[in-house]
């Protein structure tokens, strides 16, 4: 048992450890059998969920405003500030790690692409004051990124070699990270009670409606 509500979905690793935030500022390593077996304190909740790199090193962001990677025993690697600066510029949205260890995270205004030593690689400016950032991003086969821009009510594109590919417009909020099908469409879901089937080049292929908003991702 925590000490707080847990909003982060747990992660599990090659050796089975499973990783998870709490709401109680602790991120928590357990081991298969339910063991703990290490923990760390932040400054803030954790409702963001980690994501594990192919050597084992665990990253999540807090609402401290820190982005934390870890080696698999607990020790702190490094941190990365929030680049948005302000007390609301928190880490909630969960981290996307590619083939070659580069680590995307959307920060609210941006999206930000770090390497795995924790230095900043490319960002791409929104240049938006949306306050809604919870959406995760997610790649393509092709490299591309997509992510939603919260209360702009839009998903975003970037190609493979992370210029502007194009960007759709919802009715509603888009909290709901996106997930790439097998066919390269793209799926979200939104404040406007839909879920959306988005072609890899931006056109509407389906919505479906259902009674009410969508924040679940697909």
């Not at 998870?20 to 909740?45: H, I, Q, R």
């Not at 990124?145 to 509603?172: Q, R």
């Amino acid at each position: 048992m925590t000490g707080g509500n847990i909003s982060s979905s747990p992660v599990q690793s090659s050796d089975g450890t499973i990783f998870v935030g709490s709401e109680d500022n602790v991120f928590y390593a357990f081991s298969p059998t339910g063991e703990l077996e290490w923990l760390y304190e932040t400054g803030d909740p954790i409702v963001a969920s980690p994501a594990i790199d192919s050597v084992g090193n665990v990253y999540v962001g807090s609402k401290d405003n820190q982005f934390y990677a870890f080696n698999s025993v607990g020790g702190l690697r490094w941190t990365y500030t929030h680049p948005g600066g302000a007390t609301t510029d928190e880490w909630v949205s969960s981290p996307v790690i590619d083939a070659t260890g580069l680590v995307y995270l959307q920060a609210r205004r941006s999206l930000c692409v770090l390497d795995s030593a924790g230095s900043l690689v490319w960002s791409f400016s929104t240049n938006a004051a949306g306050s809604a950032h919870s959406s995760s991003p997610a790649l393509g086969a092709n490299g591309e990124i997509y992510w939603g821009l919260g209360n702009l009510n839009v998903l975003y594109a970037l190609k493979s070699n992370w210029g502007f590919g194009w960007s759709y417009k919802t009715a509603g909020t888009v909290e709901s990270s996106p997930a790439v099908g097998s066919g390269g469409n793209i799926y979200v879901g939104s404040y406007d009670n839909s879920l959306y089937a988005i072609t890899s080049w931006g056109a509407l292929a389906w919505p479906y409606v259902t009674g009410d908003d969508i924040y679940s991702s697909p």
